[in-house]
């Protein structure tokens, strides 16, 4: 019973634990055993995370898939894995059925594309080997797509569009946007948007906001179009899209198509300001009555003297306008005899031209005595350029004439002379002068009379004399008249006083510039403080109202064809900076009379810079006023080619000093020579390159000065008065040289400086001519040209050996044949000499011809004949040395000649070399006193060759000296 019990109870327990189970059967002899699969299988991670490349199909699992089974046997064993979604592209694959691993492989290759379904997430069990399989918990699998940038952006327009207004810098007024299909964040995104059409006023940002980069004008471009292109994040580019912008305009009532910078080329023709330009009104001008005035303003101010005018000296300006030219220049540009300026401080060049400043505290000049034009006391004139300020209550002396000496007021006070000496201590003969912004004129003339008041003292009120500008004065004296006239408008005094004569007395006088000099103490008053230039007086004539106007011209100017103006009134001013145009608000008419409006400067070499040009409007409509803004431009005159001049020639002549007696020409070979660096212009029609325009050159002086600080009184340096009318030339002495100044071409400088003659009749050893040329009043300077001159003062020897050798056959005799370039420089001296003396005869032989002189003519032919002759004489005696060298050369046995030269050396002890020298000497001054005839010189070579008896002869290497 109890064992049946106990059967019983295991019955039951292995009932109730193998609920579910399976049982395995095994058969050993005749008995099975059945084992139970007790254990369910589980994953060894509950989620699993995984990547699959778009390309390859390949998915990488992170951890690997592993499943277990705790059951012994094959129960313990794991079969298979089961995806539980079956839509999905997947499927596990058992590789291990002990180690329990799975792979996930792709089912369906074409449904792996990450722009159709970036990721996937399904769940998975394992189930083991039992014959009743169990399964284990489900597990998570994530699996995301790894994208490739298989696909470029695209925008969401085809096209874009978008409208702006005129005038206005617009920002992010229009937008486009670009898409990627691209799975993955990093190809999908668009990171750039670029603008791949060059050169348009727009930008774009990252975003696709497009801005302008400047104003749009309507009248240039009326619509802009360009592409733009996007970029993804993997800088995929995607096709370009067409983005137009329209620019509307709006309607801003004035004048258009007038460039804000307006640029002039110097040496150019006429420009027009505006070949385009038109008046715009935003309402319809159909008015019963209207009116209109249109006014061209050019501002010339801040150039020198108003405007752009030629920089001559004052002289050559009054030879380009027909003055006359007895003007005496008082500031003139430092040079060869005008050195009384070279101290005073300049501008720098800051006005383009020579511009003295005064400060009004110690500078001043005083003009040599030789330059002080004389009897400045009833006909008359005096000009000068003046840029004046505000002053105070004090006295500023333009220029001054007073006595260089007085007597001093501590002296003779107690005595009838005293007031003689009080009125000739400080006399002013004549002044002109500013005080309290007025312009003065004091003129004093000499009498006995003095009771008898005439007129000494004028006086103008203007505001031009303080105004901080360039004006230009002319005062004209023609006792007891005297106008002024500034920048070419006459001015009547508005004060006249009378004063009596001054003593006469035996003072000199000195005329000083920018302070008056006080005789009795000594010292200089009444500084000026400004600026001047151009200071000059025209003494016994006055200045004509056609010298001034020409003076005062402006070299630019504002142009218009009055005859092309179809219904408007056109009025230029006498400057030309100003053109006003009046008549009826017709818009077609007006355009059209504005394209005929330009700019000229017809200076060489114009100032550049900035012309501020305006143009304002006044109009009305059936009595009604429009407001039109006025324009602002200005006009751009470019840096002209600044010219070089170069002066070339020989650096060194040579000249007997018997020919300086009669003069040298000793720039006979000088040239001169001017270059322009030329910029290229383009044809605006053909874009070729033009051809450089020629622009004919003027100098205004050159200089000729020697290396001594003062000629002899034995030397001259002249040039044919003659020669220097022709040319309408003047020449200013100095003491080492001279300086031609006036306007005149390169050619007829050139003939001037070929045409002066060098005198001298004492003995030099050389000299150094300096020469040098400028343009426009020494704005432009050549280089220094220099040329040595020297001079020869003993001929070659005819007998080259002393008569101590006289028994020598000359046979027996051998030297040194002349070497070649001795010959050559031979030739050469006399070829030149020979040509400057035939170029000075014939100039000689003109200027002595000119004066009808028959001694003049007979007294030239002298010359010639004489310098002729002499030229003979050298040359025959330079021929004659070089034969007896080479008829020596035939035995060298007896004596030995080197290539150096020959040095014959004796003993004056000895009787009959001593002898021999007398006879020597004594032959020596018959020579000199001989007439060089033919038959004497043979004579005196057949004595040279007796021979000596009893003294040897020694030959050194020294030089055999002619």
């Known amino acids: 019973m109890a064992s049946a019990r106990a059967l019983l109870v295991v019955a039951v327990y292995l009932c109730v634990n193998c609920i579910n189970c399976d049982i395995e059967t095994t058969t050993a002899g005749n008995t099975s055993v059945h084992k139970i699969n007790s254990h369910r299988p589980y994953l060894e991670d509950v989620s699993y995370h995984g990547e699959i490349d778009e390309n390859t199909n390949s998915v990488n699992l992170h951890p690997h898939i592993f499943a277990k089974d705790d059951d012994d046997g094959v129960n313990g064993q794991i079969c298979t894995f089961h995806v539980l979604d079956e839509t999905v592209p997947f499927r596990i694959d058992l590789i291990d059925t002990i180690t329990g691993q799975g792979s996930i492989v792709v089912l369906d290759p074409e449904r792996i594309d990450c722009e159709r379904q970036p990721e996937w997430k399904f769940e998975i069990q394992a189930g083991d080997c039992g014959k009743t399989a169990r399964f284990s918990h489900k597990s998570t ?218 400060d009004g505290e110690d500078s001043h000049v005083s003009i040599p005595d030789k330059f002080v034009p004389k009897n400045l006391t009833s006909t008359f004139s005096i000009t000068t350029w003046m840029k004046h300020g505000p002053s105070k209550d004090v006295k500023e002396t333009i220029l001054c004439y007073s006595d260089a000496e007085g007597a001093d007021l501590t002296s003779n006070t107690t005595n009838d002379s005293a007031i003689i000496d009080i009125d000739s201590m400080n006399r002013h003969h004549l002044s002109l002068y500013i005080h309290n912004c007025r312009l003065v004129l004091l003129l004093r003339r000499q009498g006995d009379d003095n009771t008898d008041y005439t007129p000494a003292e004028w006086r103008w009120k203007l505001t031009e004399v303080c105004d901080k500008e360039w004006h230009h004065y002319v005062v004209n004296v023609n006792y007891p008249q005297v106008k002024l006239y500034v920048d070419g408008h006459h001015y009547e005094a508005h004060h006249v006083m009378n004063d009596r004569p001054l003593h006469p007395t035996a003072y000199a006088s000195t005329l000083t510039v920018a302070a008056a000099w006080e005789g009795g103490v000594r010292q200089y008053i009444d500084h000026f403080n400004g600026y001047l230039t151009g200071l000059a007086i025209l003494p016994g004539k006055t200045e004509s109202k056609e010298v001034i106007t020409c003076i005062v011209a402006c070299k630019e100017k504002l142009t218009i064809n009055k005859d092309t103006v179809p219904v408007h009134q056109v009025n230029v001013n006498k400057a030309g900076n100003r053109i006003t145009i009046t008549g009826p608000l017709d818009e077609s008419s007006l355009s059209y009379t504005m394209q005929q409006i330009g700019y000229i400067n017809e200076r060489q070499y114009p100032t550049p810079g900035q012309r501020p040009l305006t143009v304002t409007i006044k109009a009305t409509c059936d009595s009604q006023p429009i407001n039109i803004r006025k324009l602002q431009s ?101 003491a080492n040289g001279l300086i031609v100044k006036g306007i005149q071409s390169i050619e007829n400088y050139e003939e001037v ?210």
């Not at 800088?235 to 910078?261: F, M």
């Open 141 to 358: 699998v994530h699996i995301v797509m790894a994208d490739i940038n298989d696909n470029k952006p695209y925008f969401n327009k085809i096209a874009y569009e978008a409208a702006v207004d005129e005038g206005k810098i617009l920002y992010n007024f229009t937008q486009v946007e670009a898409l990627d299909d691209d799975c993955s964040p990093q190809y999908s995104k668009i990171c750039e948007y670029e603008i791949i059409t060059p050169d348009v006023p727009f930008v774009i940002d990252n975003k696709g906001m497009i801005s302008s980069t400047k104003p749009l004008d309507p009248s240039n471009v009326a619509s802009h179009v360009f592409s733009v292109a996007a970029y993804d994040c993997g800088n995929k580019k995607s096709d370009a899209v067409t983005v137009t912008v329209t620019v509307n305009r709006l309607c801003t009532q004035g004048i258009k198509g007038i460039s804000k910078r307006i640029e002039y080329m110097p040496n150019s023709d006429n420009h027009i300001i505006g070949p385009k330009s038109f008046l715009e009104l935003c309402a319809p001008s159909k008015c019963n009555s209207s009116s209109i005035s249109m006014t061209f303003d050019l501002d010339t101010d801040h150039i020198v003297m108003g405007c752009d005018r030629d920089t001559y000296s004052v002289a050559a300006q009054r030879q380009m306008c027909n003055a006359p030219d007895e003007i005496v220049d008082l500031l003139p540009t430092p040079n060869v005899g005008e050195k009384w300026t070279e101290d005073l401080q300049t501008d720098d060049g800051h006005e383009n031209t020579q511009v003295y400043k005064f």
């Open 634 to 734: 200005y006009i751009m005159v470019v840096r002209p080619s600044e010219p070089t001049i170069d002066i070339s020639g020989s650096n060194h002549i040579a000249r007997m000093a018997s020919d300086l007696l009669t003069g040298i020409l000793p720039l006979g070979d000088i040239s001169i020579v001017t270059e322009l660096q030329e910029t290229a212009e383009i044809d605006e029609e053909t874009g070729e390159e033009l051809d450089p325009v020629d622009v004919a050159q003027k100098l205004d002086s050159c200089s000729v000065v020697t290396d001594s600080l003062m000629l002899s009184e034995h030397e001259s340096l002249t040039i044919s008065n003659e020669l220097l009318d022709q040319f309408n030339l003047r020449v200013i002495s100095s």
């Open 753 to 962: 400086l070929h045409d002066v003659v060098y005198t001298n009749d004492k003995g030099h050893d050389y000299r150094i001519f300096t020469v040098r040329c400028t343009e426009l009043n020494g704005r432009y300077v050549s280089n220094e040209y220099m040329v040595q001159l020297t001079i020869l003062h003993k001929k070659l020897s005819k007998n080259p050996l002393p008569k101590i050798v006289t028994k020598l056959s000359r046979q027996n005799l051998q030297g040194p044949k002349l070497p070649a370039q001795m010959l050559k420089h031979k030739e050469h001296m006399f070829k030149a000499a020979g040509k400057t003396q035939g170029d000075l005869s014939q100039k000689l032989t003109k200027k002595y011809n000119a004066t009808g002189s028959s001694s003049g003519g007979i007294m030239t032919v002298l010359i010639v004949v004489c310098v002729g002759f002499l030229a003979f004489v050298v040359f025959l005696g330079l021929f004659r040395i070089y034969m007896v060298h080479r008829t020596g050369g035939e035995e060298k046995s007896d004596m030995e000649w080197d290539d150096m030269s020959l040095n014959i050396t004796i003993n004056p002890m000895d009787p009959e070399n001593a002898q021999a020298i007398e006879d020597t000497d004594s032959s020596d001054e018959e020579d000199e006193s001989a007439n060089n005839s033919d038959e004497s010189e043979a004579e005196e070579e057949e004595e040279i060759m007796e021979p000596v008896k009893g003294s040897p002869l020694e030959w050194d290497d020294g030089n055999l000296k002619m």
